[in-house]
């Protein structure tokens, strides 16, 4: 049964461009059915925002389904806000009570600026995809899908990592700004697999230095892990530090057959 | 307007074959001459966009996202179809088109309709080669379920995150290209217009989302993979952002639009729990495999699910369909969803769902392995509504979810502008009346990857060597100043209410007179009362901010004055077929037993409409469906 949430005070980041002197806007909600969604009030905020002539608050968000991986949001503090692996858009009023005063802020991290209010810019994680995140397999060269069998624990790894929605919870939850997870994630999800072997460890050096060029450097708080929607293990970074130490041999032996 | 579908001739089974083979080729390095744009980054895009690069023309792919990994294909959850017979249990290439044909309600182009049967193999084999982890056996080959409207299984799966493997498949290919410099990514730029010089399609105008910039690109061809339109019904499982102003604006320009009444209701989403709802979310198909869906015979019923007794239960898609059950079509299970609800045995406290309850399947398979085939979604269902499946049944109830219209397309899924292709849900092609689950995704990556590439091919090597018109024609400049003057007249009306404020009460209206059940007098109805809300926002709409800087106000407003002309089409549209079919069911038109009622002496066609200037007032055009193979049939699950 559904109830009622009264007197909700909400603190939200506004900020009118990258450039922008960022400020804390308070803004109150008398009441809400807890049966809503946290983007759902947002919503409610925003139409009555624009009645009053006031802009809206910009937020990134779209499938509401917590697949697509654009909603963001620190909410408290936290990536994502309070629940566990949930993301933002999946996040019901009834994990907060009456009187409850929630501060909202965009994700925070060097590599994603901040776009306007509460949306940032997470085009880095498409370039560290861009440099080794893929399997080559041009279109129509494909050998029949059941000629390599691929034992099922080894799939359902791949799996569990492949679940990654690239919303960069990862980044925003670590102290350093780092993005191991989500460039892990990816490593570990194709060099598992058979197909991905081939360029196992071109694949790693370059994601990994990619990912360099942009975020901070691991040092295994396990933040990321914990904000984790999808709730990816941090193991998959063991198997990026493995695989890029190998690469780095690997590469060297190549180097001095030349 | 002319709608000729260019159906090659010859057997219906190496049609596609021998084509591939007659169609004229553009020359390896000539490719690199050709500009290509892809609008969207679906699978359709993404996958068209990628393949377009791998060839070596130059493709320059837009999004509206911030990456081309949000496309809401991502969000499909249950499956993709292919002919493979992994399981030896009778499936075909010619089982697979059968069963879509009579899936879609015979309305549906056979020829294009075997062709993706065809193509259906390649692509499960081409996203396993990308590394698309796909459901397997402990033997290590891969798992099939099956799915409704089908009696074989042939759906390969990845959890219930189908979507987001293919998706994110399709995007790896992309963003190797992406890479590599084959193909340009313009992200956060939206389409709002086609460009046509010379009776082809020369470009389009495009607006900067980050800085409201409009500006054109020119190209040898477009192709639009943009989606579906079912956010006109405001309440859909679509995303947020999906919209027809891409397919919209390229039917004001001339593009035919077949069918807009074909929309499909999915039966398993989780019902409506307050007004203010943004969304629905769908709960796959594929719980209809483990799940039975029930409602207490009592009206009145007030005890919890577990306490009815087995005898005051009405498990109705058994009782109605033995053969199908649980596993009946989408559109034959939904409105036995309306039927029992509008009956007053709707559950919940609105009363406004039935009943998909696992205690049997938990009892025949173990918890374990339930939890295994569902998890995820049965984590998502007690997320959204703070119950768990495992100790009481889902309450489910149809929504919005897949449009089968969109823009017509000939056997080469060009438009009827010359140069301008559409691909994936935004065209009209593959489904008919009615689309089977698990298909959509099939037919979204038949286009991009295994079609649209080739078939692309014979119109460009006509312009070969020959110089096409540039952004600083006339044309262009004409458009752009159009889409700039458009902009800003939304943020000048001053008005009082926010765009969602008009989306809500227009999604009201199609919902209520063209949703699951429509009849003369209610599509009448409608058709008045749109046009009066329409000019109510064009008179009343306020948006707040600027034009020169992010505002998504704006981007909405634009895209929900296109769905008011839409909705108009989709209510027109059903109001002139006098039928039921599919999707698409007339009240009027039902027997005895309230199943749907063709009429094939009078519409075994398409119906492509024409912009004429007057959203009230398109120009109807028509297709005949000829039918060389597939006998028509009533459709029958019992």
Redesign the interface.
Known sequence: MSHTLTNITLKVWRQNGPEGQGRFETHQIPEISDEASFLEMLDILNERLIEEGQEAIVFDHDCREGICGTCSLMIDGQAHGPQKGTATCQLHMRTFDSGAEIVIEPWRATAFPIIKDLMVDRAPFDRIVEAGGFITAPTGGAPDANLIPIPKPVSDAAMDNAACIGCGACVAACPNGAASLFTSAKITHLNLLPQGQSERFKRTEAMVETMEEYFGSCTNHGECSSACPKEISIDSIAVMNTDYRKSKLKNRKSLSRK | MTLDPRVPAGDLATKWTDHKFNMRLVNPNNKRKFEVIVVGSGLAGA?AA??MG?LGYKVKLFTF????????S??AQGGINAA?N?QGDGDSVHRLFYDTVKGGDFRAREANVHRLAEVSV?I????????V??????????DNRSFGGAQVSRTFY??G?T???LL?GA???L??Q??LGNVK?W?RIEMVDVVNIDGRCAGIVTRDL?TGEVRSHAAHAVVLATGGYGNAFYLSTN???CNVTAAWRAHRRGAGFANPSYTQIHPTCIPQ??E????L??MSESLRNDGRIWVPKDPDETRPAKDVPEDERDYYLERIYPSFGNRAPRDVSSRAAKRAVDAGQGVG?LKNGVYLDFADAIERLGLDTVWERYSNLF??YE??T?EDPREMPMRIYPASHYTMGGLWVDYELQTTIPGLFCAGEANFSDHGANRLGASALMQGLSDG??VL?YTIAPYLSDLLNKPIPDESHDAFTAAEQEARDRYQGYIDIGG???P??FHRKLGQIIWDYCGMDRTQVGLEKALAEIPALHAEFKKDL????DGH?????LEKAARVDDFFELGMLMCKDALVREESCGGHFRSEHQTDEGEALRNDDDFAHVTAWEWSGDPSNPIENREPLEYEVVKFATRSYK
Do not use: C, W
């Not at chain 2, 982890?133 to 891969?142: H, Q, V």
């Not at chain 2, 203010?276 to 969304?279: E, H, N, T, V």
């Not at chain 2, 306020?542 to 901010?545: A, K, Y």
């Not at chain 2, 800087?549 to 106000?553: A, D, E, H, I, V």
């Open positions: 996958s990628a393949t791998e996202h911030d990456s081309p990994r949000r496309a809401h991502i969000a493979k992994y390649n499960i084999d081409q996203m396993v080669a990308q590394g982890p796909f459901a397997r056996e402990y033997g290590g080959l891969l990845a959890r995150q979507g987001q493997q994110l995007y790896q290919q963003s190797r992406i890479g990514l992200n980050m995303a947020m952002a729990a307050d203010f709802q943004s969304k979310t769908l406290p984590e998502m997320r959204i703070g990857y295994f590439p009082t209410k926010g969602d404020h306020r948006v707040t901010g800087s992010l505002n998504q106000t």
